[in-house]
């Protein structure tokens, strides 16, 4: 069985994808990556600067998670071309480079949306262009991390999870028709995981294109300690939220724990290809460190879904099983 992975820093941040025990083929794509200010000197009189590049200091981190659907291979062309274009427009995108508090919120939540918006439009063009690729579509959840802040941008049915101190909150939606029968009250929610709505997707990247993208975007203040996962579903139909945050206290290091989680989704079906991507994040040197009394925010004032945005001050005791 083949897999492939990346590390990043000492194994603070992983991601591993694993073809699963049916598909033959995997249609999921993860990206781990550092964005930094850079300049390329190509000639100085100053002795002190001499040609080539140099490079500032980390701006911050971006992990991606995408599933793809289609016949044949076109769903593995649909993710690989949307984190493909993600890409090409973070490393031309002035937004992520000179985002900080002081900045207009509102501007950069919209670049997110846009960006999404984006990459939706390049999978359709895509599609439109082959015929075999026709309907093909891919779901995607990003964070970027710019200590202390994260912002993830998200539509589909992967998922962005917190951890904090052993408790875990799901920070994205699922874009699945049982999530939305759950949400008006016509399904109970201890079924959703097994009705046959579960995998039926009312907003994806490409697709038939029938109606405009909603990308969902939260905001959330992180501290100290916290860990970040984002998967597809071929993980989490396997785990509850229980036994995920029991597995991330008990293993620290996020390639380990990545090599845990593949294997447990297996080991319990391997029905999908399964993805998944942990961060560690830390404060950067010198940035002054939260006060412990600081709270969660994942509120968006112009979020684009009519669904409330949840409240995680209180994450301790509010959280699923």
């Known amino acids: 069985m083949q897999d492939s992975e990346f590390e990043f820093t000492q194994s603070e941040t992983f991601g591993l994808t694993d073809i699963g025990r049916h598909r033959a083929i995997n249609q999921d794509q993860f990206l781990i990556a550092e964005l930094s200010k850079s ?153 959703e995981a097994t009705s046959r709505w579960s995998n039926v997707l009312w907003n994806v990247l490409g697709g038939h294109g029938e109606r405009e993208i909603l990308a969902e975007v939260h905001r959330v203040d992180l501290h100290p300690h916290d860990s970040i996962l984002l998967c597809s579903d071929g993980l989490y139909r396997y785990l509850d939220n229980h036994k995920l945050g029991q597995l991330v206290s008990q293993q620290s290091d996020a390639s380990l724990l990545c090599r845990e989680l593949i294997d447990l989704a297996n080991d319990a079906g391997g029905e999908d290809n399964i993805t998944v991507v942990v961060a560690h994040p830390k404060p950067t040197d010198g940035h002054r460190r939260l006060d412990s009394g600081l709270t969660i925010d994942n509120s968006v004032a112009s979020t684009v879904s009519d669904r409330p945005t949840d409240d995680l001050s209180n994450l301790k005791n509010g959280l699923d099983d």
């Open 39 to 191: 300049m390329l000197v190509s000639a100085s009189s100053l002795d002190e600067i001499p040609a080539g590049r140099f490079y500032g200091r980390m701006q911050g981190q971006v992990l991606l998670v995408a599933d793809g659907m289609g016949g044949h291979a076109a769903g593995e062309k649909a993710s690989s071309v949307a984190a493909q274009h993600l890409i090409t427009r973070l490393l031309n995108s002035v937004h992520w480079f000179f985002h900080s508090d002081a900045d207009n919120e509102d501007d950069f939540v919209n670049a997110l949306r846009q960006l999404l918006r984006d990459a939706h439009s390049r999978v359709l063009a895509e599609a439109r262009d082959d015929l075999e690729n026709a309907g093909m579509g891919t779901t995607l959840t990003m964070a970027y991390i710019n200590w202390p802040t994260m912002y993830v941008v998200h539509a589909g049915d992967s998922r962005c999870y917190l951890i904090r101190d052993g408790n875990v909150k799901q920070l994205t939606t699922d874009h699945t028709l049982a999530r939305q029968m759950v949400e008006a009250g016509g399904m109970r929610p201890e079924d």
